[in-house]
């Protein structure tokens, strides 16, 4: 109940602040499909979890780097508000908390690069987090495609418990997101070469729609899709 108030109560700030300092558009190619789902998207800024969500009209509980709820109080709010911390070589402890709230027909957030994007831009490859959850649950995956200007990237640096750990938030500025179709894969999840398959699809979704919604923000008519930096 608690993690369900605090998202609601903090849901209209993040959207009340996107459209005072964010030139934020929104294109939905499809409408999203009742029941659970796999949010999945590329993941330029450390701002991204909280705007993705403005495109989805549920709860929605996101996979997040460990190091980041030990940042306070933000990691305080994180934990309270219903979201899940990757632990470094514990992955499929994520994985299975996710599981449990898709069978329960939730929502989730993933990020398939597992980390910020390259500065300057491009992808990393994906990692298997997304195929698993997508072939263990049976729930659509529905990739989200983002572009934001990269100079308006702002590092700040942070303590994360004993650590010192910088964040690129992105403050001000336009940001575009273009959300897919949904993606559905069914087979064994053990299956690697599957597992790895299914991975590539979604992220190579991911960057045609991080590529329209380059084309929008610029207002020209063609980018190529960038092949992935690993």
Do not use: C
């Not at 029941?35 to 909280?50: E, M, Q, T």
């Not at 460990?66 to 994180?78: A, M, N, R, S």
């Amino acid at each position: 109940m608690l993690d369900k108030m605090l998202y609601w109560f903090t849901r209209p700030t993040i959207t009340a602040y996107s459209k005072v300092m964010l030139d934020l558009d929104i294109d939905q190619n499809a409408s999203l499909p009742a029941g659970p789902k796999i949010l999945a998207a590329n993941h330029p800024s450390v701002s991204d979890p909280f705007l993705v969500i403005l495109a989805a009209r549920q709860q929605v509980s996101i996979l997040i780097a460990e190091e980041v709820f030990k940042v306070k109080p933000f990691g305080t709010y994180l934990s309270r508000s219903g979201h899940i911390p990757v632990i470094p070589g514990r992955g499929q402890e994520a994985i299975d908390r996710a599981l449990r709230l898709l069978e329960k027909g939730k929502t989730v957030l993933i990020f398939p690069e597992g980390q910020i994007s390259p500065r300057g831009g491009g992808f990393h490859a994906p990692r298997t987090g997304v195929a698993r959850l997508a072939l263990a649950s049976g729930a659509p995956v529905i990739p989200i495609g983002l572009h934001l200007e990269e100079q308006q990237i702002t590092p700040l640096m942070s303590r994360a418990g004993s650590e010192d750990v910088v964040g690129y938030w992105y403050f001000k500025g336009p940001y575009s997101i273009t959300v897919g179709h949904p993606m559905s894969f069914q087979g064994d999840v053990e299956d690697r070469e599957l597992v790895r398959g299914v991975s590539r699809k979604v992220m190579d979704r991911i960057i045609m729609l991080a590529r329209q919604s380059e084309r929008r923000m610029r207002g020209i008519s063609h980018i190529p899709a960038l092949p992935l930096q690993i």
